[in-house]
């Protein structure tokens, strides 16, 4: 069995450090556009729905890769998973 060298590992995390940045990134800004609202989507015009559901798909993407990115770096099991008995 090969394993990784020390770049290849650096890689890894420095990617997985740009993937945690982008998701917090995003995440404050949906935070910051419902707290602008008053803490509803029913106080936004359209284009801040569009605005706040466009982030909100972008942070699942990137909340979905930083899921995968863990368990290969990790080894850490998806919380979500069904345990196998």
């Known amino acids: 069995m090969k394993t990784p060298d020390n770049n290849s590992v650096l890689e890894q995390i420095n990617a997985y450090r740009a993937v945690v940045l982008e998701y917090e990134g ?3 800004e949906i935070h ?3 707290e602008a609202h008053d803490g509803s989507t029913e106080k936004m015009t359209q284009a801040d729905v ?6 909100a798909r972008r942070r699942n993407e990137v909340l979905h ?6 368990r290969e770096l990790f080894g850490e099991e998806d ?4 345990p196998i008995n």
């Open 79 to 82: 919380e979500d998973a069904d």
């Open 65 to 70: 890769e930083r899921r995968w990115m863990e």
């Open 26 to 28: 995003l995440n404050d």
């Open 32 to 34: 910051q556009l419902i």
């Open 50 to 55: 569009e605005r706040y559901r466009t982030l």
